[in-house]
């Protein structure tokens, strides 16, 4: 999973989001987004913020083990996203 992670940071650096596949990203909520990576091991996800200029801030990884992404995720992503912004 943490190699799909990067790979994906690296294909997000060189060619922008669009260059992902196209269910490996959704919006979540306000700038909230939700990063969707499958591997052998399960399925991730990383929530993360665009900021100013073209940083992306990642504020959360995790497993997802049930079909939504869980609540005290998305709390704690705003809670960091409200520290950065």
């Known amino acids: 999973m943490q190699a799909r992670f990067l790979r994906f940071g690296d294909i997000i650096e060189l060619n922008g989001f669009e260059a992902l596949p196209r269910d490996s990203v959704k919006h979540l909520?306000?700038?909230?987004?939700?990063?969707?990576?499958?591997g052998r091991d399960g399925i991730s996800r990383a929530i993360y913020v665009t900021a100013a200029g073209r940083r992306v801030i990642v504020l959360r990884v995790f497993i997802k083990k049930t079909q939504k992404t869980p609540p005290r995720e998305l709390e704690l992503a705003r809670q960091r996203a409200k520290e950065i912004l």
């Open 29 to 38: 909520e306000g700038k909230l987004w939700e990063l969707r990576m499958i």
